[in-house]
């Protein structure tokens, strides 16, 4: 049976089990967990305790179990720390009862946290090639080190930030089927395909979205272990929620994708809004 998740990101809260418990009062099974929420001690017993209570499952992502001090996981510039926190979110993932977490891949720039807002630290970017290399490099640790044959690790395709190409990872489409191809070298390696990134990156590179995912999905359906659905102008990541008629919807409808669990992760919305939007898209052709 395939699960539609809704992320708890499309909620502001401080603590993410009220979140969660907020979602499942409203109906929802399915949640992703994700950041935009504070650290506290009981967060894994909470979400236990809720996962029982109300039947929920969960996938993993992100900045999830939030971090004691904000930071920024960067597989490029960030090594040390977004490895430690990898294994933690991998191990917490477990313990919930999701064999997966994921995160994006990092950028060649020091960005600050994004509860400052979309900044830099520093301008001067690593060299694209040189920070792609030490990418993979840490993704071999990764799959070496700290994801065991039970869990699956998924990148994330990124956008240009800030308009920048040369700022993100695993963004243009040389980039995202790089990425693919290196991950057959591990079963349990996947990318989770973000559609809503997807736009932003087609926006700045000219390229034709629509024709790209097709041919990503032919060649790389095994894979993509998730799907991201949020819909923006191609300018700002606005975490939209799609409307009719949406081609991120006929994406993830697809029959290659039929069983790939796919997650809607809009924000900015009241908690009526999400769900009746969530429901109503859960009894569509697409995902019923």
């Known amino acids: 049976m395939?699960?539609?998740?809704?992320?708890?990101?499309?909620?502001?809260?401080?603590?993410?089990?009220?979140?969660?418990?907020t979602l499942a009062r409203a109906g929802v099974k399915d949640i992703e967990l994700s950041g935009g929420t504070s650290h506290y001690e009981s967060i894994v017993d909470d979400l236990l305790r809720l996962k029982e209570e109300y039947g929920l499952h969960y996938l993993v992502h992100g900045y999830f179990p939030p971090p004691m001090e904000d930071f920024v996981i960067d597989l490029v510039r960030g090594r040390e720390r977004a490895m430690e926190f990898i294994g933690g979110a991998l191990e917490t993932a477990m313990r919930l009862g999701c064999d997966m977490y994921s995160t994006h891949a990092g950028f060649t720039v020091d960005v600050l946290p994004l509860t400052r807002g979309e900044t830099l630290a520093e301008q001067s970017p690593v060299d694209k090639r040189e920070a792609t290399e030490i990418f993979y490099n840490n993704i071999q640790s990764i799959m070496d080190l700290i994801v065991g044959p039970e869990a699956r690790f998924a990148v994330e395709n990124m956008y240009p930030l800030m308009g920048r190409a040369d700022y993100s990872i695993v963004s243009s489409p040389e980039e995202i089927l790089e990425f693919l191809e290196f991950s057959r070298r591990w079963p349990n390696l996947g990318l989770l395909l973000d559609l809503g990134h997807l736009n932003l990156a087609?926006?700045?590179?000219?390229?034709?979205?629509?024709?790209?995912?097709?041919?990503?999905?032919?060649?790389?359906?095994?894979?993509i272990f998730e799907i991201h659905i949020s819909e923006n102008d191609g300018k700002a990541d606005s975490h939209d929620i799609p409307g009719e008629g949406s081609w991120q919807l006929e994406v993830a409808g697809g029959e290659v994708l039929r069983d790939v669990p796919a997650t809607f992760e809009w924000r900015g919305e009241d908690i009526a809004t999400v769900t009746e939007r969530y429901g109503e898209l859960l009894k569509s052709p697409v995902f019923a």
């Open 202 to 223: 087609a926006a700045v590179g000219g390229f034709d979205k629509g024709v790209f995912v097709r041919d990503v999905i032919r060649k790389y359906g095994d894979r």
């Open 2 to 21: 395939r699960r539609v998740y809704l992320s708890s990101s499309c909620l502001r809260g401080e603590r993410i089990g009220d979140v969660v418990e």
